[in-house]
């Protein structure tokens, strides 16, 4: 069965300091990709990055950086120059290509506290 | 401008009392979701929609219903709501693998 880990609940990291969030998976799929999403306190989900299992470089955008290790099933998000905007809920969520239902089986989430 | 719409965004209704969230998005999608979120269990996935008339079972599929008559529009339905139900919803919808745009989310609560 598919499975998002996301083991750290809360972080702190000081503003302008990079942070990473740590996210494993599980699946047998050859064929799979990988999301992260910010929740802000207002609740909306805000697309940050995605990840395609067959590419051959890791995934940018912007201060967002996705640290894709297949061998290891992990799929860091890096976020460089913490802003004070950042604090938020991240989520990592995974797709399987191939499913006609283009479920995201989503992690637990890991609140991020930016400090000034 | 690319957006997925819902409505209502906040919610408080009697258990029992019918109701009904709409969904609708301005991008041609074929592929739309629900998706409810609890805390400490992300989001799990209701019901999904490949196509008008197409739907099928998500994971968390117990006490809703879905219809897809039209290609944007997707709404959720509540019968007889529950206080279990009481959790936050968000409408997802999907051209390709790559992408997931949701809506705003729906904060239901069922007294």
């Known amino acids: 069965a598919q499975k998002i880990t996301q083991t750290q609940p809360g972080m702190f990291v000081q503003e302008k300091e990079a942070v990473t969030l740590d996210c494993t998976y599980d699946?047998?799929?050859?064929?799979?990709?990988l999301f992260w999403y910010k929740q802000p306190s207002s609740g909306e989900m805000i697309f940050l990055i995605y990840?395609?299992?067959?590419?051959?470089q890791n995934a940018t955008e912007g201060r967002y950086s996705l640290n894709f290790q297949k061998a290891r099933k992990s799929a860091n998000l890096v976020i460089s120059a913490s802003q004070l905007g950042d604090s938020a809920m991240y989520f990592c969520?995974?797709?399987?290509?191939?499913?006609?239902?283009?479920?995201?089986?989503f992690g637990s989430g890991t609140r991020l506290l930016v400090r000034p | 401008e690319a957006q997925v719409t819902q409505n209502p965004r906040y919610l408080i209704t009697v258990t029992g009392k019918k109701l009904t969230v709409t969904c609708s998005q301005n991008?041609?999608?074929?592929?739309m979701s629900w998706y409810r979120q609890d805390p400490g269990l992300g989001l799990r996935q209701i019901y999904y929609?490949?196509?008008?008339?197409?739907?099928d079972k998500g994971d968390v599929p117990e006490g809703y219903k879905v219809s897809r008559k039209e290609k944007r529009n997707f709404p959720l339905i509540l019968e007889s709501p529950s206080p279990n139900q009481t959790s936050l919803y968000f409408c997802?919808?999907?051209?390709?693998?790559?992408?997931?745009?949701f809506g705003q989310g729906t904060r239901l609560t069922v007294v």
């Open positions: 997802a919808s999907s051209g390709r693998v790559s992408e997931a745009f």
């Open positions: 699946t047998s799929d050859p064929s799979y990709g």
């Open positions: 990840q395609g299992s067959y590419d051959q």
């Open positions: 969520a995974m797709i399987r290509v191939w499913d006609s239902s283009y479920k995201l089986i």
């Open positions: 991008m041609n999608h074929e592929y």
């Open positions: 929609s490949m196509n008008v008339e197409v739907t």
